[in-house]
């Protein structure tokens, strides 16, 4: 039997979060099916974490969440859709095909850890007892997967979650959580969004995919993603043969292709609610985008934002590889 409380629980977690800026919440069991940790296995052993060495170290926290500091029940799973407004697109129309649309506004793991303040205090100030913390991509959590076993959508063929109502343009953080929080109740079924896999007979993004990285339905190669070499690449050196196909930051391709970001979020109108993530200043007045900047125009530029961690160099390098195509 579940008791009355933690459905009342669910549903105050539910209405801070909507009033915090997220769209999406749901609840899962701390547990990766042995079907997924077979994946995420299959990735490693065929290297498709490209330079990201630190990918396959600490596993044992990634599918059996050991070494947190306690012993975890729940994850509480969150999306915040970071989509520009038809406005910032028009606005910014200069970036459209060249930084990723993630990386318009401000640093999403800061303003994703300051606006989920309230749900910890929430859930600090109600179970004193137990712990909780918050991961935005900073533990080595498959947030993908407990996103879609919480209900907040399913894992594409370009294996990115969307969600029918939303698409794919959100970000996820998860909040590891000692005290049981998960179980299903009637009222909470209510809130839950379809998991089923929708993408059907589809294969838009892989065939739009400019460098074949998707190589199989749901099975990226990060060596061959423009995200990747664009962001996780360290060397800063300039390579003729890398093809970022004129992007500078991130990619945008597969889900831009993608029938439920382009026909059915597009039609709802879906778009970021959050101020932080309106287009930084750099981008929605500066004429000047694409041109190298020395270190301190750049720190500058990028000042709250997530690109100011790939630092000057390789963001020089990018803008000189975006003409290479
Ligand atoms: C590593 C990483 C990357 C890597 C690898 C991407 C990837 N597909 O995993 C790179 C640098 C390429 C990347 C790029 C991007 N990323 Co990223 N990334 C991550 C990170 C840190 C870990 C993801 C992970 O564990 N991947 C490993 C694979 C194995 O996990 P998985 O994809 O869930 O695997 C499932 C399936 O794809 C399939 N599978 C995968 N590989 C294989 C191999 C075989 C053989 C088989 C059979 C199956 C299979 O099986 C799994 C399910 O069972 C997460 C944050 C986090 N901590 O979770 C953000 C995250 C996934 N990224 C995010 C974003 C926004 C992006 C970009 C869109 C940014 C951009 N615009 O440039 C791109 C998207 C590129 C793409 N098509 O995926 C968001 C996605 C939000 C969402 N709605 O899903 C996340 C969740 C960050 C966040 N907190 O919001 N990212
Ligand atoms: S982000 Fe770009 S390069 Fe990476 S899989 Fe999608 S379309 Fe391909
Ligand atoms: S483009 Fe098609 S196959 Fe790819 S994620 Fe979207 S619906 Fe699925």
Known sequence: MISEN???????LHSIALECGFEMLGFTEASIPDKDQGNIQAFID???YGSMAWFPERQ??????????????SCIVLGMVYKP???????CEAILDSVSKYAW????????????????????????????????????????????DAGLGWIGKHTILINSNFGSYFFLTVILSEKVLHLIDTEMIAFKMPTKDRCGTCTACIDACPTNAIVDAYQLDSNLCISHNTIELK????????????????CDICQDICPWNKTVARKKNIHSKVEEFKP????????????E??????????ENSAILRIGYKNWNRNIKQKDTF
């Open 6 to 12: 933690l459905s009342e629980i669910q549903n105050s």
């Open 46 to 48: 065929k290297n498709y």
């Open 60 to 73: 044992n926290i990634r599918v059996s969440f050991e070494n947190l500091g306690f012993s975890v029940a």
């Open 85 to 91: 407004s038809e406005e910032s697109e028009k606005s």
């Open 105 to 148: 506004g401000q640093d999403y793991h800061q303003v994703l850890k300051d606006k989920a303040k309230p749900l910890l205090k929430y859930l600090r100030s109600h179970f004193p007892n137990y712990k909780f913390r918050q991961a935005v991509d900073s533990l080595p959590i498959p947030e993908k997967i407990l996103a879609r």
């Open 235 to 250: 060397d800063p050196s300039f390579d003729e043969d890398t093809k970022n196909h004129g992007w500078v930051y991130g």
């Open 280 to 291: 930084i200043q750099f981008f929605s007045e500066s004429s000047e985008i694409f041109h």
């Open 293 to 302: 900047l020395d270190e301190q125009d750049f720190e500058q530029a990028f």
